[in-house]
């Protein structure tokens, strides 16, 4: 049985940005609406006890007072952020809605410079692709410099991927009801169920949220709740979806 403010969640919400210097990032849509639903949703109820809003500087924030917002940037300070809070609190719960990078920005040249270090070894044998990564990494334009100028010529950027956030929240919270977030466009009904069901059992998650791009709006947002029978419950607003997950935390913790 629940106890009164027994429970600690964490819901990340928004998006996250890399930097490209000090002044220029990637960042994607993000917004936290979703998110922000969900931590006041969780609020209301008379079973939580910490709840944890992991955001962008710029993403929308909970009303209540009673949510706790801890703000981040990049997926590097997610995991940190994400790992300090499951080593001081036992974490019951986990909505991950937040839109994360994934890539990250490893180096930044021009062709000018990239083309001059190829032509130098043109002489050279080996991998191609070796030695274009490697040329970005000793052209490199950031080192020592805060922001890149604006008469660079034709900046090149070479990105590689971040860590997965996801499959980190099973190791780090083994008990919590893990509800991971699933966006696509354009898809069929039954590719969007698919591919949710894939992310739910690869990133051994409790839930999935599907949605796809062409059935959100301001005043509609569908989203289908897939577990991993393939049960699903579908919503028509955001508040429904915040409503239906808070829901679904309570439930699966009460038969545990």
Known sequence: MITERSMNIIVTAGGTSEPIDNVRR???????????????????????????????KDSIRPVSKRVTCVEIQSVADLQEAVTELTKKYVIHGVVHSMAVSDYKVRSVSTIDSLSEYLENRSAETGDLQ???VQGMDETDLREGVGK?????????????????ILPMFREMAPQAVIIGFKLLSQVSVEELFDTA???????????????DMTEIDEKHHRGYLIDPERKIQTFDTKQEIAKGIVQTIYSEVEHR
């Open 197 to 211: 069901h894939r992310l739910l059992v690869k990133n051994r998650c409790d839930f999935v949220l599907a949605n």
């Open 130 to 132: 070796k030695k274009i």
């Open 26 to 56: 990637i960042a994607n849509t993000g917004t936290g609406r979703l998110g922000s639903l969900v931590a006041d949703e969780l609020a209301e109820a008379d079973w939580t006890d910490h709840i944890f809003y992991v955001c962008a």
């Open 148 to 164: 890149l100028s604006s008469q660079m010529g034709a900046p090149l950027l070479l990105l590689e991927p971040t860590p997965k």
